[in-house]
């Protein structure tokens, strides 16, 4: 069974995904893969970024563990059995980019983007079983306890569209 957990840059994949790391899952992070393995194509200068060959790393992709967490805001397009979508508020998910030295025109790409629910709308069109987690306010520790709520089947609140941002996005005309 692989898992994605998937999200916007700085909604918290790296954090919960360490916490699952120390309590024994396998966590695979796509991105180092992809450097690791050759499956990086270029450079986007202008938005700072690696090119990664998706398809190639998808067709690529060596999992060693039956059951296993893929990491990455791209993991949503490997081949996997569910994705769980981390969400966070698009105000506070502009304070964490920025407290990353992010540039303006970068911060803003992706806060638009997990407004807009980009990483979900791409998960529910390709996947069976998507579910998303709002992690605004939640510990690392915490957000990796609802992914393995999600996993056991305590899905309430966390289907498709449970989180909206449509309120605060609205606010900001």
Not at 36 to 42: E, P
């Amino acid at each position: 069974m692989l898992i994605a957990v998937t999200g916007t840059p700085g909604t918290g994949k790296t954090s919960a995904c360490e916490v699952l790391a120390r309590r024994g899952y396998t966590v695979i992070d796509l991105d180092e893969v992809a450097r690791r393995d050759g499956f990086v194509t270029g450079r986007d200068a202008v938005r700072q970024t690696d090119e990664v060959d998706i398809e190639a790393l998808r067709d690529g992709l060596n999992v060693p563990a039956k059951i296993a967490f893929l990491r990455s805001h791209f993991a949503h397009r490997m081949n996997v059995n569910v994705a769980i979508v981390l969400r966070c508020r698009p105000s506070v998910l502009r304070q964490r980019l920025e407290a990353r030295g992010w540039g303006p025109e970068k911060v803003r790409e992706n806060v638009e983007a997990e407004a807009i629910d980009v990483i979900l709308q791409e998960a529910v069109t390709n996947l069976p079983f998507v579910y998303e987690v709002d992690t605004t306010d939640l510990t690392p520790e915490a957000t990796a306890d609802a992914i393995l709520a999600v996993l056991q089947g305590k899905t309430k609140g966390h289907e498709p569209g449970s989180v909206d941002w449509t309120s605060e996005v609205l606010s900001w005309y």
